[in-house]
């Protein structure tokens, strides 16, 4: 077995066009039931300067989808501000947007906030849409300045949508009391939930179609494996597959296999599928 196997001669030599779950792209994304009404629910709260919370676990592919979708916005009539940095304070959120908006960096809040009023009247008919990922970690304070940036100068409606991204905690945190009145403004809730095994079979094939493979390219053992090794976590199965097909590549093998699912499970450390085996009863003590 080569040390440093080349991936993208293995993969032609599979008769693939490119390495097998390399990336999510357009030709493997898995447009499930609950990602349709996602994409529906966040182009009404785009469209209405609405709140809008999409939670779920980690790996479940929220950023995945928000940032599809927001390339999917029309231009001619939203402006797309995503902030990925989740240690930002509210001071520096709002010398981010700004700077998105195309505005000078200033350490004066009174004069960043000058600059977003003008940039949003700037717009004009263009709606913004603010899309915070990883909010969980947000601290209370930039999470208050994003919602008085809602109200920015009293207008008629919201200054912009907001959508969070976060995980399945979050809503709880919003209830606490400091964060009550951001809460409050949510239009809607959404939860990503994790795949079924169908899904995740359903995936697999997508994969490998995506770089021109077959179905015959993996036994359905192995798909199963792997299904249920990955908890449904769609990050994991990625992972997942990708390490066995390397495992099955790197071996001049031509069909994953089990055996090559069991080699990617002692690779990939994050194997939610076998975190939490089933309770056992405990045993009978007179025996």
Known sequence: MPTD????????????????????????WLDTPAIQTAFTALSQAAALRSVLLLSGPNGVGKSALAGRWLRQLDSRLFQPLCLTQATLSGT??????????GKPLSFRRERTLQFLQDAFAELEHRIPVL?????????????????????LNL????????ILLGDEYLLNTLKLRHQRALFSRLAAHLTLPLWTPPQ?????????????????????PASDLLASASGGVPRSL?????????????QGA???TPAHVQTALQTVPCVPGLLHPPATAPADPRS
């Open 92 to 101: 520096g959120i709002l010398s981010a947007l700004a700077t998105r908006l």
């Open 238 to 250: 990625c992972l997942l597959a990708r390490a066995a097909w390397i495992a099955a590549a790197t």
């Open 5 to 28: 196997p080349d991936l993208p001669l293995l993969a032609r030599r599979w008769g693939a066009t490119a390495i097998p779950f390399g990336q999510v792209n357009p030709q493997d």
């Open 200 to 220: 995740c079979a359903q995936y697999l094939l997508r994969g490998l179609e995506a770089v021109g493979l077959s179905s015959g390219a993996i036994e359905p």
């Open 155 to 162: 207008p008629e409606q919201p200054a912009f949508a907001l």
């Open 254 to 256: 031509q069909r994953l």
């Open 131 to 151: 899309l915070l990922d990883e909010a969980q970690n947000l601290s209370s304070a930039s999470l208050e300045e994003v919602r008085l940036l809602l109200g």
